[in-house]
């Protein structure tokens, strides 16, 4: 499984930006998918995820401004983060539990996003 992540950089306050995670190595169709972050000095938290299905799930502190949404077709999962804020400051990870045990993942990369005020 591969999962390669886009779309991070430096935003200002109030903006928006549009990551990407492209997959490979798996049936994406039937994969679970979600968005992870990891701020400096703190643990990586979950922001969103997206069943197989389509059913969403966010992160407190990102409902009403982050969007997750996946397109079969290609094979990706989108995060579109409207209304940041500079505590949204984090590298951004792609992950699946494609194939894995209850609370493991694959691992895409990272992409930072860094929101100024």
């Known amino acids: 499984v591969q999962l390669q992540a886009s779309g991070g950089g430096l935003v200002q306050a109030g903006g928006s930006l549009r990551l990407s995670c492209e997959a490979s190595g798996m049936i994406f169709s039937l994969a679970n998918m979600g968005w992870h972050r990891q701020a400096p000095g703190k643990e990586r938290e979950l922001v969103a995820a997206?069943?197989?299905?389509?059913?969403?799930n966010y992160a407190d502190s990102v409902k009403g401004r982050f969007t997750i949404s996946r397109d079969n077709a290609k094979d990706t999962v989108y995060l579109q983060m409207n209304s940041l804020k500079p505590e949204d400051t984090a590298v951004y990870y792609c992950?699946?539990?494609?194939?894995?045990?209850?609370?493991?993942?694959?691992w895409g990369q990272g992409t930072l996003v860094t929101v100024s005020s």
């Open positions: 997206i069943t197989r299905i389509g059913t969403q």
């Open positions: 992950a699946t539990n494609w194939q894995k045990m209850p609370g493991q993942y694959h």
